[in-house]
């Protein structure tokens, strides 16, 4: 990665776009965003992961570690396209604060699935596009849309305990039966992909065309209840029987008694070494198609993963197992090229190995304002490393990210002693801390300063994109006004760009 380029970046996941139909899409507004940041001297919009979501709708916890989410396609594009009538594209949902994904996906699945019929109807050139797609991408796709088949089938991802034995073992001649049985459905899920992988290159390829680069995310692990559990298990802690024998989390610390127990099955890194980790290439190398930077969530599980044993409720009684990352970089690099456009995400415990690994393959960390501010017997701690006077060149700094609170609901919420703290670093009275804090971040030496949109329009708690380890219609669901695209305050980041040279 490039390190002599100062640039800065708006944090917002495509869901949280205005859009006629429930959810933020890759249609007309993403477009308009992209004209936003351009005019605004942005020049990074990362996203959070693009993944089909399930239960809970977090975008990290994907039924798939390649797939695109089909809620994410735009109607309007497709009827543009001519596989939708204009019935259809009129067909919006109500206007709501937040997403609704249970009424998202009421609305907006029927309505794809006619649009693939009405392209597995048709042939020409588009067709023809559509198979190379289908050839190319069939190592990942062909299970990726049984998976999906018999998840509704069965009404149920959960393969290990919801679906027929036979089915759940991946018994070849089960799984024939049911390719064949199924093979219309499995088709139409096939075209959804190649529909979301054609208006994402055509919204990538117009932000390249407008200085902008996309900034996309790769969560460490897979989810259970996942087409990669079920199709991959020899890569995974799963057992003979489809049960994990081990679950991911993070240790206890002062944030948690209990650490968090996240569930995901762990890696079996010696079946990965194996075969020259490439389930892992082809990984990196598909979110390298899609976007032009990606952002590695829980980068010290690279380093060393906390495994949690089978049966335990909480996440206490794990132990660090050591994961072999520079191999895995050196296997990336080799397929890759030197130059990897990855970002660490090394919050939480990090120790000097996890720092070296980072390091020594010339990665940025990340750098979050809000951690910055803390006492230590009283004292301010002035050697935080999160503060803006002591921010490395090789860094991504943040305000604040998906898991935190907007900056201004984090301020309101601070003690006294707190906030004065935060105001006398600042010179500011309680009114300007969200501008200072950006400005700060905007001249501090990092090579890349990103912000939450939600700061950026200067919102409260109201606006918090998740609250960790919880479960709700309020998480993965804010979303903006159709106003807030060309937001006046974008002025201000443009502002700054050109004051601390972080413009094209």
Not at 27 to 51: C, K, T
Not at 179 to 194: G, T
Not at 210 to 225: K, R, Y
Not at 400 to 412: A, E, I, L, R, V
Request: negative net charge; proline residues 5%.
């Amino acid at each position: 990665m490039a390190k002599n380029t100062r640039k800065a970046g708006v944090l917002l996941h495509i869901t949280s776009l205005p859009s006629d139909y429930g959810i933020g899409d890759l249609g007309d507004n993403a477009y308009r965003f992209v004209d936003s940041l351009e005019s605004s001297s942005i020049g990074l919009w990362q996203m959070l992961p693009v993944g089909p979501t399930g239960y809970g709708d977090s975008p990290y916890a994907a039924r798939s570690a390649f797939a695109g989410n089909e809620l994410l396609i735009s109607p309007r594009l497709l009827y543009l396209d001519g596989y939708l009538s204009i019935e259809d594209a009129m067909n919006k949902a109500p206007e709501t604060e937040r997403v609704d994904y249970g009424e998202a996906r009421a609305l907006k699945m029927p309505m794809l699935r006619r649009a693939a019929e009405a392209f597995l109807a048709s042939g020409g050139s588009e067709r023809r596009a559509y198979e190379a797609f289908r050839k190319k991408e069939g190592w990942w796709l062909e299970d990726y849309a049984l998976f999906q088949v018999l998840a509704d089938e069965y009404n149920d991802s959960r393969w290990f305990i919801a679906w027929p034995e036979k089915l759940k073992m991946r018994d070849p001649e089960a799984l024939g039966k049911k390719r064949e049985e199924k093979s219309h459905e499995i088709d139409v899920y096939a075209v959804l992909q190649y529909f979301f992988y054609k208006q994402f290159m055509d919204l990538r390829a117009y932000a390249n065309e407008h200085s902008v680069e996309l900034i996309g995310d790769i969560p460490i692990f897979v989810a259970g209840d996942s087409a990669d559990a079920w199709s991959h298990r020899e890569l995974l802690k799963i057992d003979e029987n489809g049960e994990q024998e081990a679950s991911s989390g993070v240790p206890p610390d002062a944030f948690s008694a209990d650490g968090q127990l996240w569930g995901n099955p762990l890696y079996r890194w010696d079946e990965h070494i194996k075969t020259g980790f490439r389930w892992w290439i082809d990984r990196f190398r598909r979110n390298l198609d899609l976007f032009d930077i990606v952002r590695v969530d829980h980068f010290r599980g690279l380093e060393a993963c906390w495994e949690v044993p089978k049966g335990e409720k909480t996440a206490k009684n794990g132990k660090w197992v050591k994961s072999p990352g520079q191999q895995l970089f050196d296997a990336l690099r080799s397929e890759l090229g030197c130059d990897l456009p990855i970002i660490a995400e090394d919050l939480g415990i990090i120790t000097p190995e996890v720092e070296a690994l980072r390091i020594g393959n010339g990665l940025p960390g990340m750098k979050i304002l809000q951690f910055a501010f803390a006492f230590d017997n009283g004292e301010w701690q002035t050697d935080n490393a999160y503060l803006p006077h002591n921010i490395e060149k090789l860094s991504v700094a943040y305000t604040g990210t998906h898991d935190n609170n907007t900056t201004k609901g984090w301020y309101s919420e601070l003690d006294d002693g707190m906030k004065d703290y935060v105001r006398r670093y600042f010179e500011c009275s309680d009114d300007d801390v969200l501008w200072r804090m950006i400005r700060a971040l905007m001249g501090s030496p990092a090579m890349y300063a990103i912000f939450p949109m939600q700061d950026i329009l200067g919102l409260g708690s109201e606006a918090r994109m998740n609250v960790p380890s919880t479960c709700g219609s309020s998480n993965w669901s804010w979303r903006m006004r159709k106003e807030d695209i060309a937001s006046p305050s974008f002025e201000g980041i443009r502002y700054y760009s050109h004051l601390y040279g972080r413009d094209r």
